[in-house]
């Protein structure tokens, strides 16, 4: 049987340069950049396996692409992560609320989808509405369709629907925590 959490609840805090994380960490944020489709926000990490984090928010998509920037050995055959979620806008504060469901992107290679098992626990718990999780599912769907169709090239399936997504070229990694 699946675990089931808690949606998790995101905030970004234009105006103070702040990220508060699901578990309530106030993460301050490099560079915030507010485009007419989305919301970039660029950070660092103090996560043992990743010291670096870059996301895109889209609302119209309901999708928060990712770049997880890796330690040394704890690398991930993944190019690019999506977390399934509503996001709204409200002044100077963009809220993400995960809808479990994540798709697990590697250029050249077919789309994987993830955690769908949390998206049936959590629906038939009653953490979500009937209505999200059929938002969720559709907006999986169509981000598959629509990766796959792109030559399983996340990237080029974004900017073929107006949303051209720029990263970083250069990071620093944060160090990890120390416990």
């Known amino acids: 049987m699946t675990e089931v959490h808690h949606v998790k609840t995101e905030t970004f805090h234009l105006?103070?340069?702040i990220n508060i994380d699901?578990?309530?960490?106030?993460?301050q944020v490099d560079t915030f950049t507010v485009t007419d489709f989305g919301l970039y926000m660029a950070r660092g990490a103090d996560h043992p396996k990743f010291g670096y984090l870059e996301s895109w928010l889209l609302p119209e998509l309901s999708l928060r692409a990712n770049i997880f920037h890796f330690r040394p050995g704890e690398e991930k055959h993944q190019h690019f992560y999506f977390?399934?979620?509503s996001i709204t806008v409200d002044g100077d504060i963009w809220t993400t609320r995960d809808f479990y469901v994540d798709l697990v992107s590697f250029t050249g290679e077919p789309v994987e989808v993830v955690d769908i098992d949390e998206l049936a626990?959590?629906?038939s718990a009653g953490l979500i509405t009937a209505e999200q999780a059929e938002k969720a599912i559709e907006t999986t769907l169509l981000a598959v369709e629509g990766i796959t169709r792109?030559?399983?090239?996340?990237?080029?399936w974004l900017a073929s629907k107006g949303y051209?997504?720029?990263w970083a070229d250069q990071i620093q990694l944060q160090p990890a925590a120390t416990q």
């Open 15 to 17: 105006d103070t340069a």
């Open 22 to 27: 699901p578990k309530g960490f106030e993460r």
């Open 83 to 85: 977390d399934v979620a």
């Open 121 to 123: 626990a959590a629906t």
């Open 150 to 156: 792109a030559g399983d090239d996340a990237m080029a």
């Open 164 to 166: 051209p997504l720029t």
